[in-house]
């Protein structure tokens, strides 16, 4: 197999930087897919397409005003549109009496369902919400839609962090203002990228490893990591079984639609509910593996002793002890806490960002090469584990 060195992992890293934006149904969707299925294929795995069909968002406009200044923004992509007018009031605090309420909030207000911001959006009886991104440079950083296919609440536009000040005070003084959100659906479509390594024992139950593909930006760190340790997990999986020693079938998945409610993974579970249960374990691999600006490393799983080997590991291959976090599986996040909540057995692996969903989430700053590549040997070496025992 090949040798996941730092350079390699910055090759890997660079070249889906370049492919643009990773927002599903766009053109960097797809010229990122098709990057990975090329790398996929060359680990000498069986590779194929699953289609994934998207509505995707088309925003026409998204904006608000008030005191003479404009200033743009985006929609919560599982809010409903206002009308062609908008929608004007006063601007006050969250769950003040005002028309429109205005509040601050992280990028990861949203990384599950159930969360602090879904019950606000869900109870308020504001006409309209802002809400400003909070994230380092206080860019515009959107919060995924955990529910686009079922829109909810009110109408509710994101703006970048740097307007915090000037809306915070227009809060406080209850100032005039006019939200414009206006946005439509497009039938389009996304696909998530399939790599199987067969072992020849198809009753063996097989290891399935997952990672998202796509996001708001570039998302470079937010994703690269997880795409460079997916191919090592593929790779790893291909040498086994050129050594004859693959016990159980090795299936991955590149997943679509992570900033839209997990729609690629939903549409696998959909497709292959036996896979759930079926597998001898998932290993989830999440956002922000190897960031530079925060290498806080999360492990999360079903049995402890799966994390546990999975700290070894990290930590043979140069990976810093003191920046690996072990918790439970009750905390885990993205398609892992899907993944666990249809009762999957999961290894989730998960980081930090500074830069999470801002359009700064590039290489090279935000990325940690060496980093990546501790990762990816390290999951290479717990496939060669798990895939090699019955």
Known sequence: MKEYTASRAAQLVSAFDLSGIHRVGTPGDFASGEWLEREAGATGAAVSRMPVGVNRTVVDEAWLESAGQRIDGLPMFDSPPTAAAGIAGKLGA????????YLDLPPNSASIKGMRFETIRRATSHAALVVATRVTGESLAPINAQFFDAP???PV?????????????QAQKNAAIKVVSIHRREKTQSYNVAAHVASGNPATAPLLVVTPRTGWW???????????????????????????????DVRSY?????????LGLTELLAREPSLVKGAHHWLHLGANLGCASNLTLFLRAADPADSATMRDLLCAEGYPAEHIRVETIS?????????TDHGG??????????HFHAAS?????NVNAAGIASISRAVAKWIALSAATQ
């Open 157 to 169: 536009l994101l703006v970048a962090g740097a307007n915090h000040a000037l809306l915070q005070t």
């Open 94 to 101: 969250n769950e003040s009496s005002s028309e429109i309420g």
């Open 254 to 262: 590149a997943t679509c639609g992570h900033e839209l409610g997990h």
């Open 331 to 339: 905390v885990v996040s993205g398609e892992g806490r899907d993944i």
């Open 218 to 248: 570039e998302s470079t760190a937010e994703r690269a990591g997880g795409i460079v340790a997916w191919l090592a997990a593929i790779d790893a999986a291909t040498a086994l079984r050129e050594q004859k020693t693959l016990r159980r």
């Open 345 to 354: 057995k999961v290894l989730s692996m998960a980081g930090a960002n500074a």
């Open 361 to 365: 989430d590039r290489w090279p700053g």
């Open 152 to 154: 909810f609440g009110p």
